[in-house]
């Protein structure tokens, strides 16, 4: 699928703009009058905000061509305005560039809007200050509800609470945080090691099972999906994924006695492991949406597997330490 705008899209945008520029500080009418009596001059353009292909404004490269080209990543503004967002992107951010669409949707909804208007669009309000604390583009999907939403909600919804979790990860990998030491005596290891590997395995029996809860937001074949539940689901989706940040960052910063030291490292290392295929899911949905014409039901496995070696290591690092302790008696 191109990820230019359909002439559906580029027609829609300008009616809800009401062939305004949606830039507050312009305004201006973008058709008119021209001498030909059978055409009229129209200098109005449905820009993209996250770029439509790469090298482009504001391009990101890990979003669909389907995601480019819904009406949700569309803003409509004159030729001179399209111009100047696109040469300056730190001056026009994508979040200044979606808090104008919002603003002038609203707008021209209470000058040209009857009452019942007026209360539907209230009514939208409420029910978006639930999501205010959401990505501007994340709210324009829900606000807009494009063809595929639940889908695009669900990747732009993860990528956005999986970041902050991944780039800390990524950290943590690269030994860039500093956090407060724990140590442990030798007799707390034991209960110690065995509540980490448990809480690991719990984190892993919920993904499993947000991964239902996931499908199951979606709706069935043909129904639409429950905007709070898909919402929710993504939130937990990244609650569970940085849980275990947690659980690798208190592994990666607690000394243990000697003869256990290499437990917390391999502990650390498949916490991570476990933590980087998080990001599969989004890659998966985007793999299906940027097929021509997707239909029909699609399976996807999620693997959750150690690194190779890692349980005999495992066993290996606990039982030579656990013999030491129990020449000392203190196993």
Not at 16 to 36: E, Q
Not at 144 to 162: A, I, Q, R
Not at 245 to 267: D, M, R, W
Not at 277 to 286: G, M, N, S
Request: aromatic share 6%; with cysteine; proline share 6%.
């Amino acid at each position: 699928m191109a990820s230019e705008f359909s002439v559906k899209t580029i027609d829609m945008l300008s009616r809800r703009s009401a062939l305004r520029c949606a830039n507050p500080d312009c305004d201006k009418l973008t058709t008119g009058p021209n001498t030909d009596l059978n055409k009229s001059t129209n200098i109005g353009e449905a820009a993209h905000i996250y770029g439509a292909n790469a090298g482009s404004a504001r391009f990101r490269i890990e979003m669909s061509n389907i995601e480019r080209a819904a009406i949700s990543n569309g803003i409509w503004l004159c030729r001179d305005c399209h111009g100047l967002v696109d040469k300056d992107e730190q001056r026009f951010p994508v979040e200044l560039l979606f808090l104008w669409k919002e603003t002038h949707d609203a707008k021209i909804t209470r000058e040209i809007g009857k009452p019942g208007d007026l209360l539907r669009l209230n009514l939208i309000e409420k029910d978006m200050e639930d999501f205010k604390q959401l990505p501007p583009l994340v709210r324009e999907i829900i606000k807009d509800k494009p063809e595929k939403w639940e889908y695009l909600l669900t990747v732009e919804l993860l990528d956005s609470l999986l970041s902050p979790v991944l780039r800390k990860a990524r950290y943590l990998r690269s030994s860039l945080l500093n956090d407060p030491l724990k140590r442990l005596e030798p007799e707390q290891f034991p209960n110690w090691s065995s509540d980490k590997m448990t809480e690991v395995t719990n984190s892993v029996e919920t993904l499993k099972n947000l991964l239902g809860e996931l499908v199951a937001s979606w709706g069935p074949l043909g129904e639409p999906g429950d905007v709070k539940r898909i919402v929710h689901a993504c939130e937990l989706y990244a609650r569970c994924a940085n849980r275990l940040l947690q659980i690798a960052e208190e592994t990666a910063f607690t000394i243990v006695p000697e003869n256990f030291k290499s437990v917390p490292i391999l502990l650390s290392e498949s916490v991570l492991h476990v933590l980087s295929r998080f990001p599969e899911i989004p890659k998966f949905i985007r793999s299906i949406l940027a097929e021509e014409n997707p239909v029909g039901p699609y399976h996807y496995e999620l693997v959750i597997d150690l690194p190779a070696g890692w349980a005999e290591k495992m066993v290996e690092a606990i039982e030579s330490g656990r013999q030491v302790l129990i020449q000392n008696g203190r196993w």
